[in-house]
């Protein structure tokens, strides 16, 4: 899951909360799909109890197969969007280094952009590391070297 900038709950919206819990639900819910059908056949070609139960109760033996069918076509339409999704990143990112790079922005927009003194930004631009100072409302009030 994507971590977000300011990883403090009481600053995220009922949104943000909900989709972070409905995303973690749904991930949990796909690996109990992925893994069911595999932990209920090797149970029953290792001969255990439950779970030849399981696979007798879910139609036997060929509904088992058409399961694990039905499960490896997913995995395959997964794995489909997934080399697709990289093929796409790949043609982006190729695409992408052949624009011209963008200008660089200066330390006089970057301090009014974010409100701190021109001169502490060129002292913390030649520092190693720097502690940044937020509010309550996740704004940055000040810079300090370390």
Do not use: K
């Not at 003194?117 to 100072?133: G, I, M, N, T």
């Amino acid at each position: 899951m994507t971590e977000l900038v300011i990883n403090a709950p009481h600053l995220q919206t009922h949104g943000q909360r909900f989709g972070a819990g409905a995303l973690a639900l749904f991930g949990w819910m796909l690996w109990c799909y992925f893994l069911f059908p595999l932990v209920s056949l090797g149970c029953w070609l290792w001969n255990d109890e439950l779970c030849s139960q399981w696979v007798n109760m879910a139609g036997g033996y060929l509904n088992l197969r058409e399961m694990l069918a039905v499960y490896l076509h997913a995995v395959a339409a997964i794995g489909g969007g997934w080399c697709i999704w990289l093929a796409y990143g790949t043609l982006r990112g190729l695409l992408r280094r052949r624009l011209a790079p963008l200008p660089p922005v200066g330390s006089a927009a970057l301090s009014q952009r974010f409100g701190v003194d021109h001169d502490q930004l060129q002292v913390c631009q030649e520092s190693r590391f720097v502690a940044v100072h937020y509010d309550s409302r996740g704004a940055i009030v000040g810079l300090e070297p370390v």
